[in-house]
Nanobody
């Protein structure tokens, strides 16, 4: 059984940086791609960006692409989210997820079949 575990969250001041990691464990991992989502209490889960696992092609939503970067280490099976110039509105629980195929839009949560439990990012002065 594949499991995803996020780490790296914490408290950071506005303008600061933080790097999140999503570690994959399990005997077999053959997902087409992985993604990052974030969610504030009481709101819908929001797509941040994703990466195809084989080729490493990345995508970050327009509103975040100037500050956030996604990468992966395919050998260690870790996906990263580098967040720079953080804002208060970036405060959320950040989740990673794996999608089994290229079917569907990678920005929709329902195309991902495996999820981590999330890591809290709090941006505050």
């Amino acid at each position: 059984q594949v499991q995803l575990v996020e780490s790296g969250g914490g408290l950071v001041q506005p303008g600061g940086s933080l790097t999140l990691s999503c570690s994959v464990s399990g005997q077999t991992f053959n997902a087409y791609g992985m993604g990052w989502f974030r969610q504030t209490l009481g709101k819908e889960r929001e797509f941040v960006g994703g990466i195809t696992w084989s080729a490493g092609a990345t995508y970050v939503v327009d509103s975040l692409k100037d500050r956030f970067t996604i990468s992966r280490d395919s050998v260690k099976k870790i996906m990263f989210l580098q967040m720079n110039r953080l804002k208060i509105e970036d405060t959320a629980v950040y989740f990673c997820a794996a999608r089994p195929s290229r079917t569907g839009s990678f920005g929709l949560p329902d195309v991902y079949d495996t999820w981590g439990r999330g890591t809290q990012v709090t941006v505050s002065s």
